[in-house]
């Protein structure tokens, strides 16, 4: 079982035009609207891949609605707190060369009892095989909140995984979280390293471990990924596909890992599998993610290598 926790997730609307225009009306050929948030996304793949998940956070409003209508029809079940606030929007244009506008609305403010009443939800199911908190918190929420919760799961033996930046990030790394799941950049601030190789990815991710976090699980684009334990490191790189959008194929690497590690797999298993999981969502459209045909399609494709 797989828990993710999302505090500003959003109504993802994708509008694919021939042209983007400006100053004149651009009508779009398709519309697609999903439930968005990284947390959320590995909700999404976790649920493909036929793995039970459960996906936290907030909601508010008719978006909020709809993303739980969303998610529900996609076989996700959701244990969300609402607050009054409507849940961000988000609009994305894509025209047929692959180009994007990205228009990220903005999150709502939460009071300090809707903070406290998400924090008692997120304890009180049963404890799940990973917890994961993933990106950003809203306006109101203690800037330790991710910490707090670290502690609290960590204190009932609950493993868990964050996929976020900044404070978030740092906080993870102190408190000795079992996975992190850095992209490029993100790790390159967190270590203060240039990362151009994938040795400096290596030697980044081993400092990193020897801090205390389990695993490092760093993607790092068309190159694929890294996973860096105390005693294993893999690379995996995916083929060449044409990609459409790769939106939410970092958050499709960590869920395909993260069900590969609940369900007993090796590392390089789950390695595997996570790529293959972001290397099918990066062929969808939009914001949709990985079909679950295309993920066992190009699994066995997928090179592994041991550093």
């Known amino acids: 079982m797989i828990h993710t926790v999302t505090a500003n997730p959003a109504l993802d609307i994708t509008y694919k035009v021939q042209k983007i225009k400006f100053d004149d009306t651009t009508r779009a ?50 244990w969300f707190c609402h607050h009054k606030d409507s849940t961000r929007t988000n609009t994305i244009i894509q025209d047929t060369s692959g180009r994007q ?96 190789t994938i040795d400096d990815a290596l030697l980044a991710s081993k400092d990193i471990v020897k801090k205390g976090v389990q695993i490092v699980l760093s993607s790092l684009g068309a190159r694929g990924a890294l996973l860096v334990s105390e005693n294993e490191a893999w690379q995996a790189a995916p083929p060449k596909v044409k990609v459409d959008s790769a939106v939410g194929s970092g958050d499709s690497l960590l869920a395909g890992s993260l069900v590969a590690l609940a369900e007993g797999k090796s590392y390089a298993e789950a390695l595997q599998l996570g790529v293959a999981c972001g290397t099918a969502t990066a062929m969808t459209p939009g914001t949709n993610l990985c079909y679950t045909k295309t993920i066992y399609e190009i699994l066995p494709q997928i090179a592994l290598e041991a550093l």
């Open 29 to 78: 050929t398709k519309v697609y609207r999903a439930a968005g948030g990284k947390g959320i996304n590995v909700s999404r793949v976790a649920a493909r891949l036929n793995h039970p998940t459960i996906a936290m956070g907030f909601i508010g409003g008719r978006a909020g609605l709809e993303i739980e209508d969303l998610l529900e029809s996609e076989g996700v079940r959701t």
């Open 101 to 196: 506008i990205r228009i990220s609305g903005p999150g709502a403010k939460v009071k300090a009892k809707e903070t406290q009443a998400l924090m008692d939800s997120i304890f009180h199911l049963k404890a799940p095989d990973f917890l994961t908190l993933s990106g950003s918190i809203l306006k109101g929420m203690p800037l330790d909140f991710y910490k707090q919760a670290f502690d609290h799961a960590n204190a009932d033996g609950i493993r868990v995984a964050v996929d976020a930046d900044g404070d978030e990030l740092y906080h993870a790394v102190e408190a000795g979280v079992h996975v992190i799941k850095p992209n490029q950049y993100e790790l390159e601030r967190l270590t203060g390293k240039s990362i151009t």
